[in-house]
């Protein structure tokens, strides 16, 4: 008996149950690798017995749960203005140096590029990419609306705007931009042939060089980045036209027919399943790329907002860049917890100017204090090092002359012949001759010493006297004669001259070495102090743009719901009662301040660039905390797949060992009491699908209730409003320029490209605009129905089911003869298993919300379709008077269709929203259905004896071992050996992504556990933090911190004086500040080094 309830306790998986509850996201995939090999071993298990009709369903049970194990794509899609650096951001996060292109290549900013991670283990492909180009269909769409343009301009005569003949004739005109799109697909197309519109767009798709490509995926693949780039480059560049070069045959440009790019590529931060997705923007003149983006976008799980800081708050980008129409659209979607916003160029700053709105008492002032003291310090040595050089230099010049005379003076003697000595100086040319203004300066302080010495002997006072005469190629002057005593006091002078100039050098020496070693130290702290002083002003910058932002983007989420109430029901309306918690909606707003540069060059790429300043650590420049953040979103939808697929487990598990106790201590039951229990089990389960299915439909009736309630039934009154404004908004595109209506080029264009046009006067959207105001009527209904009253509604009914199951447990729990089963314990547990499932809705939820994302997008496709007669009709008008039939035409058209069109956009949405609850009811029933299947199927066990291993006797064995260590398998990742616990802090410390430098293929080791390396850096806070040191003590120029310097200013009146070391009472008073380091010292510039 003992050894039938040591089998229940494992089998009861505490540590698995314990995982699935307090599991860190790392513990949490260690557990789902740990899993998945459980099942791999009890698959072999099964192998030799795969025949049977039993074990292959348990082999198929096995393969379904592994196959739960498959990571999920997370898509972050990143959006920002042109020159906002998306590029070289994605780049830093990746650890690649030119994965996306950042030069000037026009055509890239214009292609979607989604970037993913590489499962390809073949180091020749551990770069590879798939360009996706548009259909032959799509192209002959495109090439229409560039055939209108050009067509345009042909008829421009006609309209009497008079700014459009300036749109259309620019370097920048539809026309223009029509003309060059042209060239680059067809450049042996003679450009008057194209202007002059000889040829048709089903001419060209057809094109054999065109064609050919049309609808095709185009793969590439290389060993490196590099191999990659220029092989990627190819397609998606776009070839620069510049003067002066001499012309090349022109070649095919791809650019225009792609739709997007798709690039795999083995960076650590995105094997968890995390996706990138560059995208240029949803107005796309190219309709399939614009279809493409708005497809990301509604699939993406974050989205990151970037803006260069020096605009970011300015500009208001949190709050301008993605529009009123993209905002509106997060609002519907729920999604203003999934945006980032990402202030880049951080280095970019002027410190002059930084410093004038940072306060007296930050770091960076007292950091501009010690600046300028060093800075007045190093010009005092350099003014002190310079005569100490000169000196030096005429030293060794004189030298040079003792050395000379000495020689000269010493062969006279030889040569004397008597007392007299005749003096011969070296003839030009014999030794190497000094400039003649040096060679001056050095025998005018010879002289002067000379005559300092007091010596009796008179000496010529020429400037021949020790050196000849100071011109090359001059015959030196003779001396006059000297006494041989004469020559032999003078050389003893001589000697004894060139000694103390000697031991003057050596002093001088040492004393310049000194000084140059005072110079260096300071140039080296002073740099180290402008480096501080401007990395405090860019993490001051950092976190006063935080606050700023945040509060932007909650001022306009404000903003949208306040219009959105007014027009909800203006009678009742209070501003001052807030829609929600806008300070908590602010501090969620995640914002880091990055420098993609300097992360690059610290991490020891961009290598031709010059040494970045600024940033005394990688961590500095928020790279490392945006990848702890993309992970972190990575990670949630990565831990409820790892918990889903472990409650699995641990229901296949308690099933399978019920096989197992069966086998070996099967249920003895007469026949009359089995089928008793067969009969009683029968009516319970009955009764249990028969109140499953009661609560299902008391839940979908209140949720369909809620939804005509709330949100249906506004429709009525939204498509009213609706149409009493289409008519103001269509008459307000064509009223004059200044009073906000389009130019007759602009007007035009848009409807060319079905209401939607990007142009010089910003995006136009015909087709959101007619339909703002329905969603602004219907958009806080909706957000609150499918953000809060749905999910809330799911989890109850999810509640109430596992609930149910509990009350029929209660009742089998009455029967006596099933607790006599020695796997009856087992079956109980498996019940408590199934009721954790039936609790866990957010597949449910999920659901739930890509419904209402699908619904809500249907609103505008039926106001394209009702538009789209009336953009080709305005198309058409050409001549005289064309741009005001052109708004007749529209004025007429919208008056006719309104009421219709809006009536079909709330009819689709009402039947998808309609067929959503059924989607969802549907899989609600398969989820009880499963659920009863497997309760019944367990309990039949125990009452029928079904045996599955009575002729399997070794598997069994097998089974019966691993399912008893299986728990065991789980509580070694909750209690680690003491060992990994102590080296847990220091995989911690992986989190500021320092260590993932860009490896080559083969250093990157492709692991089944793919967020082990990445989820403990997860777990350090996501908001970047500043160093507290960038605040100081007030009336401090600097204290501490920064090693050997300790300067400070006179305390201010209250405020503690810092520490300081006393000065000793025999000190000189020489106000120089000491420092920590030998040899190195700061003094004021009026206080000399040396007296």
Known sequence: MSEVNAAEDSLKLVHLQRLKKEGTPTKLEAGLESGMRLLDDIKAAFSDSSSVPEIAKWIKSVEDLQGQSEKQRTVVGVVGSTGAGKSSVINAVLDQEDLVPTSNMRACTAVITEIAFN???????????????????????????????????????????????????????????????????????????????????????????????????????????????????????????????????????????????????????????????????????NAARSAVASKYIEECTGLWVIAPITRAVDDKAAQKLLGTSFKRQMQFDGTYSAMTVICSKADDISVTEALRGIPDDHKARSDYATVQLLESNKAQLDEELLPLEQRLKELKEMAELYDNNIDALEAALERADGDKVELTFQSPGTSKRKPRAAALTARKRLRKERDSSGSDTEYDDSEDELNGSGNEGEEPEKAEPLSKEDAETRLKELKA???????????????????????????????????????????????????????????????????????????????????????????????????????????????????????????????????????????????????????????????????????????????????????????????????????????????????ESRVIKAFKSAVRRAANNAIDIVEGWGKPKIEGGLPWGTYRATCSRDGVFKGAVGPRDFNTELLDPLQKRIAPSWEQVFSRTLPQGIDALGQDLANLLEGFQGEMHERPQLRDSSSYELVREQVKTLGGILRETAPFICQCRAGQKEANRLFKPAIEEAMKAAYEKCVAETGNGCYKRMKDLMREHIDLVRKQMFNAGTEAVTNRLNGMLEEIRSAFEEHVDRVVAQVSDDYKSIVLDRNIFKALASAREVVRELLHNADNRFKAILEPPAAAIAAEPEDVAMGGMENYPTPAFADVPVTPNRLLPFIRASSMPPTPVTPASHSSTPGSLFAGGLGRLSLFSPAAPGTPAPPSTPTPAAAPADPIVKTESAGFSLRPPSVPRHP
């Not at 031991?503 to 402008?530: F, G, N, P, W």
């Not at 697929?645 to 019920?658: A, P």
């Not at 839940?699 to 809620?706: C, E, G, P």
């Open 119 to 285: 499962e390809s283990n073949n180091a020749e492909h551990a770069y590879r990419g798939e360009v996706h180009f548009i259909t032959k269909e799509q192209w002959i769409r495109e090439l229409q609306i560039l055939y209108d343009d050009l067509n345009g301009l042909g008829h421009s005569n006609g309209n009497t705007d008079d700014n459009s003949a300036e749109e259309q004739f620019g370097g920048e005109s539809d026309a223009a931009i029509a003309l060059d799109k042209i060239r680059c697909v067809y450049p042996e197309m003679p450009r008057e042939n194209i202007r002059k519109l000889k040829w048709t767009p089903q001419a060209l798709a057809q094109v054999p060089s065109v064609v050919g490509i049309l609808g095709t995926v185009k793969e590439i693949t290389a060993p490196t980045c590099k191999i990659f780039m220029d092989q990627l480059k190819k397609y998606i560049d776009s070839k620069e036209k510049t003067r002066g070069k001499k012309k090349e045959a022109p070649q095919m440009e791809f650019w225009p027919l792609i739709k997007v790019v798709r690039i795999f590529v083995k960076s650590q931060i995105l094997e968890p399943g995390l996706v990138l997705v560059d995208l240029p923007g949803v107005q796309d003149s």
């Open 497 to 707: 001259q060139k000694k103390a100039s000697k031991e003057e050098r050596r002093d001088l020496e040492k004393k310049v070495r000194e000084v140059r070693k005072d110079c260096k130290e300071t140039r080296r702290e002073l740099k180290r102090m402008k480096d501080s002083m401007k990395s405090a002003c860019i993490q001051y910058r950092n976190e006063h743009s935080r606050p700023v932002i945040q509060h932007q983007f909650a001022e306009g989420v404000r903003e949208l719901d306040q219009e959105s109430a007014a027009l909800e029901d203006e009678e009742t309306y209070d501003p001052t009662i807030e829609k929600r918690d806008y300070r908590e909606l602010a501090a969620r707003l995640p914002v880091f301040c990055v420098s993609s540069r300097a992360y690059q060059k610290m991490s020891g790429k961009l290598d031709k660039d010059e040494p970045t300043t600024g940033f005394l650590t990688l961590e500095e420049t928020e790279i490392p905390a945006l990848q702890r953040h993309a992970l972190e979103i990575v990670s949630s939808t990565r831990s409820a797949a790892c918990r889903k697929f472990l409650t699995s487990l641990s229901s296949f598990i308690t099933s399978l060992e019920v096989q197992i106790v069966i086998a070996e201590k099967p249920l003895k039951l007469a026949d009359n009491l089995r089928e008793e229990e067969l009969a009683f089990l029968k009516e319970t389960l009955d009764k249990l699908r028969k109140t499953f299915y009661l609560k299902l439909d008391e839940a979908f009736v209140d949720f369909k209730r809620t939804l």
